[in-house]
């Protein structure tokens, strides 16, 4: 890596298991999220993330009224299940569930899952004054709370920022883009190069390596491929 300014890392599969969002985290919202919604319809944000469900139900050609009431709130209620079980990554969803994970993370039903290298080195890299950011699918309430309540403890003063989809996809150039003309507003002078973009999924990689950042590959689980496009790597320690 050549003069690298800044760190933009992904979260599942980079510094943390895919495994806890999956079977820890995805199943928990599930479970919680009928109740939730229900018990909090008169909230703000709620109401806002389920009136942003039955528009992105609406383009899917699904006819919800976006109009928030006791006769649609079960089939709003059913088309985030729906979309859990999809894994799809809609904004709204990726809102709701950072509410319900914080009520686990604050009653202590869970840890976020760290590995032991990506812990360590973010601390070194943070330590040495390299400004660290965040780039997840997950909302940006939701990042923070992961960070908040690691298994390692609050990481949260490790970063200075944190990007989510409303930033744009993860496997497009444009999202890269986006994020970069953030940064620029807080460090001068920086440049596509000056970012190392880290992630586990090769397609967000080509998107950031297109934008003009550097990369690097994470392949925790399998055999690093011999051709691989990106500098690839098993842990945090090669980086």
């Given at each position: 890596?050549?003069?690298v300014?800044?760190?933009?890392?992904d979260i599942?599969g980079t510094?943390?298991?895919i495994?806890f969002?999956?079977?820890?985290l995805?199943p928990?919202?599930a479970?919680h999220?009928?109740?939730?919604?229900k018990?909090?319809?008169?909230?703000e944000k709620?109401?806002?993330?389920?009136q942003?469900?039955?528009?992105?139900?609406?383009?899917?050609?699904?006819?919800?009224?976006a109009?928030?009431s006791a006769?649609n709130?079960?089939?709003l209620?059913?088309?985030?299940?729906?979309w859990?079980?999809?894994?799809?990554?809609?904004t709204?969803?990726?809102?709701?569930q950072?509410?319900?994970?914080k009520?686990g993370?604050?009653?202590?039903?869970?840890q976020?899952?760290?590995y032991p290298?990506a812990?360590?080195y973010l601390k070194k890299?943070?330590?040495?004054?390299l400004?660290?950011y965040v780039?997840s699918?997950?909302?940006?309430?939701a990042?923070?709370?992961?960070?908040?309540?690691?298994q390692?403890?609050?990481?949260?003063?490790?970063?200075n920022g944190?990007?989510d989809?409303?930033?744009?996809?993860?496997?497009?150039t444009q999202s890269?883009?986006?994020i970069?003309?953030e940064l620029?507003?807080?460090h001068?002078g920086?440049?596509a190069?000056?970012?190392?973009f880290?992630?586990d999924i090769?397609?967000?990689l080509?998107?950031?390596?297109e934008?003009?950042m550097?990369?690097?590959?994470l392949?925790r689980?399998?055999?690093?491929?011999a051709?691989a496009?990106?500098?690839a790597v098993?842990?945090?320690?090669?980086?």
């Open positions: 890596m050549q003069n300014k800044l760190i933009l890392t599942e510094t943390s298991s495994s969002v999956k079977d820890v995805f928990y919202a479970e999220l009928p109740a939730f919604v018990a909090n319809l008169n909230d709620v109401q806002t993330a389920l942003q469900t039955a528009e992105i139900a609406a383009e899917d050609g699904d006819n919800l009224s109009k928030i006769d709130t079960d089939a209620i059913a088309k985030l299940l729906q859990i079980s999809e894994d799809r990554k809609a709204p969803l990726k809102a709701l950072g509410m319900i994970w009520t993370y604050e009653n202590g039903d869970y976020a899952h760290m290298d812990t360590e890299w943070h330590d040495s004054g400004p660290l780039y699918s997950g909302s940006v309430k990042q923070e709370l992961f960070f908040g309540y690691s390692d403890g609050n990481l949260l003063p490790l970063f944190h990007f989809t409303l930033m744009g996809g993860k496997r497009e890269y883009l986006n970069l003309a620029q507003k807080t001068a920086l440049n190069e000056d970012v190392l880290l992630s090769k397609e967000e080509d998107a950031a390596k934008a003009g550097q990369t690097v590959w392949v689980e399998d055999g690093i491929p051709d496009e990106h500098k098993k842990s945090f320690a090669e980086i």
